[in-house]
């Protein structure tokens, strides 16, 4: 019963990987200057309950990230290290980057 149980919450976030990972690179893409690639490492429920998404950008262990999927999605509740910090050139919500290109579509 427990390995039933242990397989069902890594299977809930493989998916919760699956549907945020973009997320998540769209808000790097549009964020953050000389990004290229993103590697998830992982994902785990905090104690909080709230999920939380692990990896690293252009593969680099130190560009490290931790992002907080609040609710429903991935928004742009990110934990980084200053050598990324160094490269953030805005901060829009993921929302906030669809409305954008919905805009640019119309």
């Given at each position: ?72 999605h991935f928004e742009g ?21 669809e409305e954008h290109e ?5």
């Open positions: 019963m427990k390995e039933k149980e242990n397989q069902k919450a890594e299977d809930e976030l493989a998916e919760l990987i699956a549907t945020e990972k973009p997320r998540i690179e769209k808000y790097f893409k549009y964020n953050f200057t000389g990004v290229n690639q993103i590697t998830v490492t992982g994902a785990e429920i905090h104690p909080t309950g709230i999920p939380h998404i692990k990896g690293y950008v252009n593969n680099d262990k130190d560009l490290y990230f931790n992002a907080a999927v609040h609710k429903d509740d990110l934990s980084i290290p200053y050598g990324l910090e160094e490269r953030q050139k805005s901060d829009l919500s993921v929302s906030e980057i919905q805009g640019d579509k119309e």
